[in-house]
Each structure stands twice: as C-alpha cells, then as structure tokens.
C-alpha cells in the first residue's frame, strides 16, 4: 500500500513564496514521474509541474518562471518551490506519482490528499 502525504500549504501574501512537500510512503520499489496538480474552486484540476526520475521538469506556462520542482529521490519526497506568488495561485493543491511497488507489477498512479494555498492580494 502506498501513500502520499503533502505538506507545506497556509496562507500567504502576494509576492510571497511558499515550498510545499510530499512523500510516498509505503512499498515502494521505483517512482517514475512526480508532479504536482491544483484545483481552485469551481475549475478543473490542472497539472502545474511534472518531474521525471531523470529530473527532467515540465511546467505550465501560469507558473513558469516563478516555480521550480524538485525530488529527492533517496527520500521518496518531491518539492515545489513557489516564489512571487499571485492571488490566482489560490488552490488545493495535489501530489501524484506513479509508483511501482515491486519489481513485477506496472506503475500505478497515486494522489495526495491536497494541501490548501491560500495567496491574499
């Protein structure tokens, strides 16, 4: 069973920055892709930074710029660093791995449970 379990979130002034952290936990045998989503009310969820297990890193073009991701492999952890932050940052947001818990099984895809980011004007 695996689990992923963020931190990090509050609330923040425009400007701001604020790093938000996650770690898998559980049986874990390898971690592809990390990556971090948010949902703000009323839209739908969207990917903000993805990272693969090379460290090669994707972003959305709302956060580039302003945002870097980060994993430490050797924890099983992924970061987001969000600096200048803006009120439309406002979301929960989620992490999500695909995980593969022993050597013979596929990558499954695992969620958080989300961390509120809250950005005051």
């Known amino acids: 069973q695996v689990q992923l379990v963020e931190s990090g979130g509050g609330l923040v002034q425009a400007g701001g920055s604020l790093r938000l952290s996650c770690v898998a936990s559980?049986?874990?045998?390898?971690?592809?892709?990390m990556a971090w989503y948010r949902q703000a009310p009323v839209k739908q969820r969207e990917l903000v930074a993805v990272?693969?297990?090379?460290?090669?890193?994707n972003y959305a073009d709302s956060v580039k710029g302003r945002v870097t991701i980060s994993r430490d492999n050797a924890k099983n952890t992924v970061y987001l660093q969000m600096n200048r932050m803006k009120p439309e940052d406002t979301a929960v947001y989620y992490c999500n791995a695909a995980i593969r818990s022993k050597f013979f099984s596929p990558f499954s895809t695992y969620w958080g449970q989300g961390t509120q980011v809250t950005v005051s004007s």
């Open positions: 990272i693969s297990n090379g460290d090669k890193t």
């Open positions: 559980g049986t874990i045998y390898s971690i592809n892709n």
